[in-house]
């Protein structure tokens, strides 16, 4: 097994292997770099694609054995991944007037109103 030739039952069925080498010197699997991967690669290691922070929040929800509120109760500050752990990131915290707030609501408003419009005139070609 000095290649790490497992099937790909031992993989979930998975087409790809996750590990591409066998470090001879450590006697140890060498896991895929991603940056070096196509899509393709990734898909068939059953990855989709997928917002980063909705990462770490499934990742803390695991942490908690699947209950929510603990992830919410969680005070681990030394975690790296406390500050996202409720699946935003609290730099990016915006604080809207509410002028502000009726403003972007009406802008919305019109990009969606424009956004049907074009759908409907497809439907009709
Ligand atoms: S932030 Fe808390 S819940 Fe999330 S991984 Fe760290 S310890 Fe677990």
Redesign the pocket.
Known sequence: MGDNGDDGARYGGRRLKPHQQWDRGQNCAIGRDPRAMTPAELTALGFARRAPLKV?RE??????AGNKA??RR????????????MGTNPWRQRRLTPEQRAEQGQRLRVVVQKTRNRIDSGRED
């Not at 969680?74 to 752990?85: F, K, M, N, Q």
Request: glycine share 4%; hydrophobic share 35%; proline share 5%.
């Open positions: 770490i990742k803390c929800i695991d942490c908690c603990e992830v969680c005070g681990a500050v030394d975690c790296p991944s406390w500050l996202y752990r």
